[in-house]
């Protein structure tokens, strides 16, 4: 087995290949750091109008109308324009009217009425999810989907067990998530900085400093200094400060 010698030539060769690989991520660093400084924010930011919840409702059931004991949350907002508790029991939600104390089912004619609400344009599609997809991670559980017939392509989502409004999603949120992707390597789940291929690169760039320096050193002669040593006479002529 041939032994390796860690010379100069040895990590300008290491060097090469390890700058060429990580100088592709060193440019998709760049750009999409560029690019998501570049894209205006508040389409990234801007959401759909929520419905207040009431403050005051005529004919409003108080909970202990409703029947209810000891409950671990309650809730009270809009659905369709009609006030309805969001009742945690056991580690469930329920919902129900607040003016009837009726079940109230989350289907999809629900979720459309409450999207119709929120957003001014056509509903193109409605389907439900049996788990969150990557435009609304920071959510759990089954939800609903709306996709909007929109210029910005809006997708609303909302919980499946209460009808609860999440987030929602436009293409210029979506152009700006898929650049951070590329920024921080989690093409996973486009959330973390501390995942295995993040931290590589970064001891890759580690190593590519300490080679580079090192190279860069090793790449010097003692000519190159030479004119250091040099300095002026006072007749003007040019003397050896220092002699080999």
Do not use: C
Not at 33 to 44: E, R
Not at 138 to 152: I, N, S, T
Not at 175 to 195: K, P
């Amino acid at each position: 087995m041939k032994r390796i010698r860690f010379t100069p030539l040895f990590f300008r060769r290491v060097h090469k290949w390890v700058g060429l690989v990580l100088g592709i991520q060193f440019i998709l660093w760049s750009v999409s750091g560029a690019m998501m400084a570049f894209i205006d924010m508040t389409d990234v930011r801007d959401q759909p109008m929520i419905a207040a919840d009431p403050l005051a409702v005529p004919g409003l059931l108080a909970p202990a109308d409703l029947g209810i004991g000891e409950v671990e949350s309650l809730k009270l907002s809009m659905a369709d324009g009609r006030p309805v508790y969001e009742i945690g029991e056991s580690g469930s939600l329920r919902i129900v009217d607040g003016l009837t104390g009726n079940p109230v089912t989350v289907d999809e004619a629900l979720v459309r009425q409450r999207a119709t609400a929120m957003v001014d344009a056509p509903i193109r599609a409605v389907s439900l999810m049996d788990k969150p997809n990557l435009e609304a991670r920071e959510f759990a559980g089954p939800m609903w989907r709306v996709d909007f017939g929109d210029a910005e392509g809006t997708s609303a989502y909302f919980a499946a067990d209460t009808g609860r409004f999440l987030v929602a999603r436009g293409d210029g949120w979506r152009l700006w998530d898929f650049f951070w992707m590329l920024h921080n390597m989690d093409y996973a789940d486009r959330t973390s900085f501390n995942h295995p291929l993040i931290i590589v690169v970064g001891f890759g760039v580690l190593f590519l400093s300490g080679t580079g320096f090192y190279l860069l050193f090793k790449s010097f002669t003692r000519r190159d200094f030479r004119w250091l040593s040099r300095r002026r006479a006072p007749g003007g002529r040019t003397t050896r400060a220092l002699r080999n």
